[in-house]
């Protein structure tokens, strides 16, 4: 007869149970940027209201987020935002153009300082709002991932001041003003915690942080630079006890140091094997990943040998979220995420 303790774990959805590294009926999927400009209802929108607008109206938010698990059978859903939202909340100016653009770059201790300590509810109410109204909305079985940007992937935007392909100028920054560097650094952790917490107050069953570049520092400079600041967010979340997920863009020369964070699931992008990861991180960890955005446009019969391919790699056993190496492109045919979604569950039920 099964324990009471069991029911419950075994009744959690199929992505939380996943994350759980629990056995599943079929391997959870959904998409980074599954809410966005692949679809035609999105484009919809966004051509009757501008992106910042579109990030602080809580109903429109919330409706784009719901789009994609109107269409297709998603294992769960992440809320609609940018990862600079809450850096305006600390009173940095910022505009897209279409990217994050700042005023006035961050270049010394006294702007460091002049940062506003994050109150996500008077700084970024819409957000939390989005999240509660996004909750409502959801199936059962799907849950709601909330989520923030890396200290490090904030810093670069910070201090470069504008999208970069390398971040040269925050990198060098690092090496030359190591000490105003790691106090900005230590200051965005402290947000992204509060900012963390509360979307989980607001509703949030899983929490994921993008570690969007810091697969440009090598292996020493990201044990230096990029890693204290996630272990200190990691710290500062763990007692809400929902999974938290770490998503390391381009890092796959820095798992070793990646498999010393107390998160549950480590995500990675395409270029970087997900059974040799799994050997670096441990079994303790679930893993989500990794098709090449690219391989969506493959003809059908492809696309399932590409599926087929990320599933030898990760091998047998719990733990598995089926995802892309990172953000769907908008010109993908949602067609083919369709297609996507139905296989991937075939494929794992079956096995």
Same mark, same amino acid.
């Given at each position: ?5 069991? =029911?419950? @774990? #075994? ?12 056995? $599943? ?22 051509? =009757? $209201? ?14 784009? #987020? ?39 770059? &961050?270049?010394?201790? =006294?702007?460091?300082? @002049? ?9 970024? *109410? ?17 849950? /709601? ?17 504008? *999208? ?56 020493? !400079? ?10 200190? &967010? ?9 999974? /938290? ?18 998160? !549950? ?17 441990? *079994? ?15 003809? *059908?019969?492809?696309?399932? =040998? ?24 908008? @010109? #993908? ?19």
């Amino acid at each position: 007869m099964s324990s009471p303790a069991l =029911k419950t @774990e #075994t009744a959690l959805p199929t992505f939380l149970a996943a994350c759980r590294r629990q056995p $599943v009926a079929h391997t959870p999927i959904w998409i980074m940027r599954q809410a966005g400009r692949y679809l035609p209802e999105y484009r919809a929108i966004r051509s =009757k $209201v501008g992106f910042t607008e579109l990030t602080r109206s809580p109903e429109l938010a919330a409706e784009v #987020t719901l789009q994609p698990i109107r269409r297709f059978a998603l294992d769960a859903s992440i809320i609609f935002s940018d990862i600079m939202v809450p850096i305006e909340g600390m009173g940095v100016d910022l505009e897209y153009a279409p990217g994050p653009v700042i005023g006035t770059p &961050i270049r010394t201790l =006294k702007q460091v300082e @002049e940062l506003r300590p994050l109150v996500p509810e008077q700084d970024v *109410p819409f957000m939390l709002e989005a999240v509660k109204l996004t909750r409502a909305g959801l199936p059962a079985h799907v849950p /709601l991932i909330g989520f923030a940007g890396s200290p490090f992937t904030l810093f670069s935007y910070l201090v470069a001041g504008k *999208p970069s392909k390398e971040f040269s100028v925050p990198r060098a920054f690092a090496q030359a003003e190591p000490e105003i560097s790691a106090r900005l650094l230590d200051k965005l952790a402290d947000a992204m915690i509060v900012y963390l917490r509360a979307q989980v107050n607001a509703g949030a069953q899983a929490l994921m942080l993008f570690e969007s570049w810091g697969g440009l520092l090598g292996p020493s !400079d990201y044990k230096r630079i990029a890693l204290p600041p996630v272990k200190k &967010i990691i710290e500062g979340l763990k007692d809400l006890g929902v999974p /938290l997920i770490y998503f390391a863009n381009q890092c796959g020369g820095s798992l070793e140091y990646i498999a010393t964070l107390d998160v !549950d699931v480590v995500g990675l992008d395409w270029r970087t094997s997900l059974g040799g990861a799994r050997e670096i991180l441990g *079994p303790q960890r679930a893993i989500q990943g990794n098709l090449d955005p690219a391989h969506l446009f493959s003809p *059908p019969a492809e696309l399932k =040998k590409r599926v087929d391919e990320v599933f030898t790699d990760i091998g047998p056993g719990p733990g598995h979220i089926f995802n892309l190496g990172h953000g769907i492109w908008p @010109e #993908t045919d949602p067609d083919t995420v369709a297609r996507l979604v139905d296989y991937v569950h075939e494929r794992s039920a079956k096995a």
